[in-house]
Structures are given as structure tokens and as C-alpha cells.
């Protein structure tokens, strides 16, 4: 078990780097309409009389907490934080200064977005190695709990790691599907989305993303290997690429394999979701191009076989080239080869 003075040397060492990130919505949002996070629970309520609010006037919202990751002003957070309501995101540091902030990238299929302020000499918090995480080591999360009781922490384990979850962001209403993520007991808290999930060393191993209501000790957060691999992907491309394929699928393992009768427990069912309207493979998208129909599965993207813990999207991000990507697909009780060039979606 981990010491007092270990828990608290690594706090001391990575919150001056927590900051609160605050948006500037111009329209007042409606009763009961809910805070921004993943999850379920309504927000408190906030009459606003409408007629008095003059459009020039600003409503300061809390949208959740980040962590600077390069003393020049780039911030790491959730992108279900960010709202098309939002007229201009503000991030406060643990000193009390206050910066714009400016979009600086997104990662919606990770959920991760990077933020720009103006700064120099700023703290920052060291990225660790989610890749070696053990079960059971001890996991901190700092945030702004509520959006409101600044530098929060709360103390528990690694419970659980390559997690996939559907979560529901308040902001849209929209679903998302979120893989390998670190399961932790450790109290993530409303307003504490964005914010680090660290250990003994002070580094970040992950980014507090959801939660799960109505049961206890239940949290989430992004591994930061993906965050690592997004600044690599600005690096090279001066972007984070978002290769779009056109298909909804399911990832398939064993448990669906037996449940199911199906021919392998790996690849990418190609099948729609169960909404009006959706399609399994999207019209006039690469996908429906190449010749990919609903029902197959996807077992191979450029020779390497899809599986939970390396998707498709994931392949796909990873490659050099998106032009004539090779893909190996089973088709009832045949193997097929088909090709598609990528596209890009904005």
C-alpha cells in the first residue's frame, strides 16, 4: 500500500498543472438542461429569465478540467466538453491566471481535445506509460469536481483496464463508443471529465472521461498512449487525421463468437445500429465503393488482424498512406480481398 507521504508528493507534483476550462455561452441554456460531461445525472436547476438577457451578455458555464502538457500553453481534455454553444473557452490555472483558449485539435473517436493558451514557463504534467499499468497500482484523479470545489482529489486503483463503454454526451445527446479505456475506483466526479488520472510518479496514465451513475466506484478514463499518439500524429501531419471508412460494425471475441455461432471470435461485423435510418455501410462512402456489405467481417485491414484491442479506426489512424488500403473480408463461408482509398473526414 502506498504511503500518505507518497499520495500527497505526487499531488503536490502534478496540480499545479490542473486547470478549470470555462466556456462563454451567449444564450442562456434552458431549465434543467444538463452540465457538460458523460453521463446521466441532471444538472441543478438554473431559472434564467430570458426576456432580461441581453444577447451581448455572457453566461460563464463550467465545462470541466484539463492538464497543461507543454510549458508553452498546450492542454489536454475531453472533446465532449466542447459545444458549438460556446462562444469562447477560457482556462484558469491553479494560480488563479486566467487565458483564452484556442482549439488547437480533436480526437472525437478517443474523445480527447488539445487546447492552445498564450504562455511560457508554465507547469506542466510528465505523460507516463498506459501500456504498463498494473492492476491494483494506485491511481489519483484531480479535477474540478461539480465544476465548481477546484483542485479535487480523490485516491483508489487500477480495477479494471481495455474497457469499452458507450457513453452519452450531455452536450449533443450523442452516443460514443470508447475503447481500451482505464477502469478506475478512484471518485471521477462531474466537472472532473478532462482532468488527470496519475500515479505515485506525479505522471498522467490516463484522462478522466466518464462515469457511471447509479452505481459506486465505477470511473473511466482515456489511457494516455492515446493522447501520446495524437501529439506524434501533429508532429507529422501538423493534424490528427480522420480516416473515414464508412461502416458501423461490431468488434467481435470469443464470448460473441459462442454466443452467437459465429465463424471467429476477431474482425469488425459489419451491421447497423439499431436507430431509424442507419446504415451499416454509408452510401457513396469508401467502404460501399471498395464493395463492402453489410454482414461481412472485416478480418484484416492491411494484413493486420482487427481486433478489440487494435480497431479498425486505430489501423487505420496508424497508417502512412490511405490510398489503396488492402482489406481481408469473410463473406458467409468466403474470403474476399478488397481495396478502398481512404478518405479524410473534416
Known amino acids: 500500500m502506498p504511503t500518505d507521504f507518497q499520495v500527497i508528493k505526487a499531488i503536490k507534483k502534478a496540480l499545479p ?7 462563454n455561452q451567449l444564450l442562456p441554456r434552458k431549465k434543467k438542461e444538463s452540465s457538460q460531461f458523460w453521463g446521466l445525472l441532471e444538472d441543478k436547476k438554473t431559472p434564467f429569465n430570458i426576456s432580461s438577457q441581453l444577447k451581448k451578455d455572457c453566461k460563464k458555464i463550467s465545462s470541466g478540467s484539463g492538464f497543461i502538457i507543454s510549458s508553452d500553453g498546450i492542454i489536454a481534455t475531453n472533446s465532449h466538453l466542447i459545444s458549438p454553444l460556446v462562444e469562447e473557452y477560457r482556462v484558469i490555472l491553479n494560480s488563479g491566471e486566467e487565458f483564452s483558449a484556442k482549439i488547437l485539435a480533436t480526437d472525437f473517436i478517443n474523445d480527447l481535445v488539445l487546447l492552445k493558451i498564450e504562455g511560457k514557463g508554465l507547469p506542466v504534467i510528465g505523460l507516463g506509460d498506459s501500456e504498463r499499468l498494473e492492476l491494483g497500482q494506485t491511481a489519483i484523479a484531480i479535477g474540478t469536481a461539480l465544476g465548481e470545489f477546484q483542485n ?9 483496464l481495455s474497457r ?3 457513453a452519452k454526451s450531455m452536450i449533443s445527446g450523442k452516443i460514443s463508443k ?4 482505464i477502469q478506475t475506483d478512484a471518485a471521477v466526479n462531474p466537472g472532473n471529465s478532462g482532468g ?13 472521461t466518464a462515469l457511471v451513475f447509479g452505481a459506486e466506484n465505477i470511473g473511466f478514463a482515456i489511457p494516455v498512449n492515446h493522447l501520446k499518439e495524437d501529439l506524434l500524429e501533429i508532429k507529422k501531419y501538423g493534424k490528427i487525421r480522420k480516416p473515414y471508412l464508412g461502416v458501423r460494425y461490431l468488434l467481435l471475441n470469443s464470448n460473441l463468437k459462442q454466443r452467437n455461432s459465429l ?32 454482414f461481412d467481417i472485416i478480418l484484416k485491414c492491411q494484413n493486420q488482424e482487427i481486433t478489440e484491442k487494435m480497431p479498425l479506426e486505430e489501423i ?12 481481408e473480408i469473410l463473406r458467409k463461408d468466403k474470403r474476399l480481398f ?7 473526414r473534416e
Not at 288 to 294: D, H, L, P, V
Not at 338 to 344: G, V
Open 17 to 23: 498543472a490542473v486547470v478549470s476550462i470555462v466556456g
Open 152 to 160: 479535487s482529489v480523490s485516491v483508489g486503483v487500477v480495477s479494471g
Open 164 to 166: 469499452f463503454i458507450s
Open 178 to 181: 470508447l475503447r481500451g479505456l
Open 196 to 208: 488527470p488520472l496519475i500515479n505515485l510518479n506525479g505522471q498522467a496514465i490516463g484522462i478522466n
Open 263 to 294: 465463424p471467429v471470435d476477431y474482425g469488425a461485423l459489419v451491421i447497423s445500429e439499431d436507430l431509424p435510418d442507419d446504415k451499416a455501410v454509408i452510401p457513396d462512402s469508401p467502404a460501399e465503393k471498395a464493395g463492402i456489405k453489410e
Open 316 to 327: 487505420l489512424k496508424r497508417l502512412d498512406n490511405l490510398k489503396e488500403v488492402k482489406f
Open 338 to 344: 478488397l481495396r478502398a482509398t481512404i478518405e479524410e
